[in-house]
């Protein structure tokens, strides 16, 4: 069952075009990776189909379905007055002191860590309570948008191996902006690598030769390409 | 009621009301933006003045024009608007010196609360009281569009609408505050309060009370040392407010150690 549609989808920000003709679809329960180099418009791609930016084409949602977003990062200090619990009562009236509880453990964390501050917790940590955070309200969508350097690498892949776990258990449909083509390998169903335009759609088995990566990133000839005379 | 205490009761509700929206301002890092808007009331008060109507008033309509304005332009101008306010702010206060009526001014620029009629403290406590409930009724939504625009965003609050109601509410408080403590002192009427309160606390409750606490503290014995002594009480109350603030940082400093 299809749950998300995008037909010729254009953002301009300020003047520049930062995606140009993106065509996808997105089936209930899978997976879709979004990879591409710096800049390539991934985070805006999510932030436009939350809704956030304007666009022009066609975003087309399954009706009266439930998003859960989790953000690349907050830009909050560490001593921000705000506790865990507080933050996550932010949500409003659907937050129960049960639903909280269950949250915490679907994403690994000990209840403990409700009396913390926010800015207090690792990013990792953080990161956690982010995902708890977007699934309070039980999304039919998880849009994911990875953390880019402030995570050491064990802490991702155990996050990555989180969200499996819980896509898993809840079947949940996830689209996630990656860097980490060993985790987009591993755990998505689907790729769509970005820049500007779509370049390539398909499975990570599809994507993963050479020649769509080199297209994608720019590869070799990017870089060496200088005549010898 | 002698004008002691209804002056003392005027600045507690006032200086409630203020120190609650400064714990925001102060979540937002927008700390100056009192210092701004209580300079765009001065014109609209000198005009209120020498036409003879109230200064109240006079200075809502400029601050309600002004926060439209910032509102409109955060999302339209390529300009900083910090750059803007900045210009367009200090061009203000100079205006609203220059066209104040001279016996007027000192008390425009540094407040004389027991100058208000007993009506005029009247609807004083009345929008205070209104405004700290409409805050505190919306605080969730304003935290989290602090926190993170997107996440708000994403659970379906509307932050363009959240933040024109912040920013009226934020003009409002400076049209009481104004009164109270005058147009030079009124952002930190705002902002010290919630600042001395951000020291001490590690939830977002015990900060929105530590601040109301401090402010009213700070205001009731601020208004009633100046009345003994003879002094301004607008600047009394900030002196105060600063002594809070320092013993809140080696409070904080020692926590730390």
Same mark, same amino acid.
């Given at each position: 069952?299809?749950?998300?549609?995008?037909?010729?989808?254009?953002?301009?920000?300020?003047?520049?075009?930062?995606?140009? %003709?993106?065509?996808?679809? #997105?089936?209930?329960?899978?997976?879709?990776?979004?990879?591409?180099?710096?800049?390539?418009?991934?985070?805006?791609?999510?932030?436009? @189909?939350?809704?956030? @930016?304007?666009?022009? !084409?066609?975003?087309?949602?399954?009706?009266?379905?439930?998003?859960? /977003? #989790?953000?690349?990062?907050?830009?909050?200090?560490? %001593?921000?007055?705000?506790?865990?619990?507080?933050?996550?009562?932010?949500?409003?009236?659907?937050? +129960?002191?049960?639903?909280?509880?269950?949250?915490?453990?679907?994403?690994?964390?000990?209840?403990?860590?409700?009396? +913390?501050?926010?800015?207090?917790?690792?990013?990792?940590?953080?990161?956690?309570?982010?995902?708890?955070? +977007?699934?309070?309200? %039980?999304? =039919?969508?998880?849009?994911?948008?990875?953390?880019?350097? =402030?995570? =050491?690498?064990?802490?991702?892949?155990?996050?990555?191996?989180?969200?499996?776990?819980?896509?898993?258990?809840? %079947?949940?449909? #996830?689209?996630?902006? +990656?860097?980490?083509?060993?985790? #987009? /390998?591993? /755990?998505?169903?689907?790729?769509?690598?970005?820049?500007?335009?779509?370049?390539?759609? !398909?499975?990570?088995?599809?994507?993963?030769?050479?020649?769509?990566?080199?297209?994608? /990133?720019?590869?070799?000839? !990017?870089?060496?390409?200088?005549?010898?005379? | 009621?002698?004008?002691?205490?209804?002056?003392?009761?005027?600045?507690?509700?006032?200086?409630?009301?203020?120190?609650?929206?400064?714990?925001?301002?102060?979540?937002?890092?927008?700390?100056?933006?009192?210092?701004?808007?209580?300079?765009?009331?001065?014109?609209?008060?000198?005009?209120?003045?020498?036409?003879?109507?109230?200064?109240?008033?006079?200075?809502?309509?400029?601050? $309600?024009?002004?926060?439209?304005?910032?509102?409109?332009?955060?999302?339209?101008?390529?300009?900083?608007?910090?750059?803007?306010?900045?210009?367009?702010?200090?061009?203000?206060?100079?205006?609203?010196?220059?066209?104040?009526?001279?016996?007027?001014?000192?008390?425009?620029?540094?407040?004389? $609360?027991?100058?208000?009629?007993?009506?005029?403290?009247?609807?004083?406590?009345?929008?205070?009281?209104?405004?700290?409930?409409?805050? *505190?009724?919306?605080?969730?939504?304003?935290?989290?569009?602090?926190?993170?625009?997107? *996440?708000?965003?994403?659970?379906?609050?509307?932050?363009?609408?959240?933040?024109?109601?912040?920013?009226?509410?934020?003009?409002?408080?400076?049209?009481?505050?104004?009164?109270?403590?005058?147009?030079?002192?009124?952002?930190?009427?705002?902002?010290?309060?919630?600042?001395?309160?951000?020291?001490?606390?590690?939830?977002?409750?015990?900060?929105?009370? *530590?601040?109301?606490?401090?402010?009213?503290?700070?205001?009731?014995?601020?208004?009633?040392?100046?009345?003994?002594?003879?002094?301004?009480?607008?600047?009394?109350? $900030?002196?105060?407010?600063?002594?809070?603030?320092?013993?809140?940082?080696?409070?904080?400093?020692?926590?730390?150690?």
């Amino acid at each position: 069952m299809k749950i998300l549609e995008i037909k010729n989808l254009n953002v301009r920000l300020g003047g520049t075009k930062v995606l140009e %003709d993106i065509n996808f679809e #997105v089936e209930k329960g899978e997976v879709l990776a979004i990879i591409g180099p710096n800049g390539a418009g991934k985070t805006v791609l999510l932030k436009t @189909l939350l809704g956030i @930016l304007p666009y022009k !084409g066609e975003i087309k949602w399954q009706p009266n379905i439930k998003i859960g /977003y #989790v953000p690349q990062r907050m830009d909050i200090e560490t %001593d921000i007055p705000l506790t865990v619990a507080e933050f996550l009562k932010l949500r409003g009236k659907i937050v +129960s002191d049960e639903n909280i509880k269950e949250k915490l453990k679907n994403v690994g964390l000990n209840e403990n860590i409700l009396k +913390s501050g926010l800015g207090k917790i690792s990013i990792g940590q953080r990161q956690r309570i982010l995902v708890a955070f +977007s699934t309070l309200n %039980d999304p =039919d969508v998880l849009l994911f948008d990875e953390p880019t350097a =402030d995570i =050491d690498i064990a802490g991702q892949e155990s996050i990555y191996k989180m969200l499996h776990q819980l896509q898993k258990s809840f %079947d949940f449909t #996830v689209i996630l902006v +990656s860097h980490d083509l060993n985790v #987009v /390998y591993r /755990y998505a169903d689907k790729v769509l690598c970005l820049n500007k335009k779509n370049i390539c759609l !398909g499975t990570p088995k599809e994507i993963f030769n050479t020649e769509q990566l080199l297209n994608l /990133y720019g590869g070799e000839k !990017g870089f060496y390409a200088h005549k010898h005379q | 009621m002698s004008i002691l205490i209804q002056s003392i009761i005027v600045s507690i509700f006032v200086a409630a009301a203020a120190s609650l929206l400064g714990s925001f301002a102060i979540l937002k890092r927008m700390a100056l933006v009192g210092d701004a808007l209580s300079h765009v009331a001065l014109p609209g008060i000198a005009l209120a003045l020498i036409f003879n109507f109230n200064p109240f008033l006079g200075a809502v309509i400029f601050l $309600i024009a002004a926060v439209t304005g910032i509102w409109f332009l955060e999302y339209k101008s390529d300009l900083s608007v910090e750059t803007l306010v900045g210009v367009f702010f200090a061009a203000s206060l100079a205006l609203g010196a220059v066209i104040t009526p001279e016996h007027e001014l000192l008390e425009t620029l540094l407040g004389n $609360i027991a100058s208000l009629t007993r009506q005029e403290s009247l609807i004083s406590i009345l929008i205070s009281i209104a405004l700290i409930v409409f805050i *505190l009724k919306i605080r969730k939504k304003l935290a989290l569009n602090m926190i993170s625009e997107e *996440l708000a965003q994403s659970i379906g609050i509307k932050n363009r609408r959240l933040e024109l109601a912040y920013l009226m509410i934020f003009a409002l408080i400076v049209a009481l505050g104004i009164r109270f403590v005058g147009a030079l002192l009124m952002g930190s009427l705002v902002i010290i309060p919630a600042a001395s309160a951000k020291n001490l606390a590690k939830s977002l409750n015990s900060f929105l009370s *530590l601040s109301v606490i401090f402010g009213i503290i700070a205001a009731a014995s601020g208004v009633y040392i100046a009345y003994i002594y003879n002094f301004s009480p607008g600047p009394i109350f $900030i002196l105060i407010s600063a002594i809070f603030f320092i013993i809140s940082l080696i409070i904080r400093k020692f926590n730390q150690i």
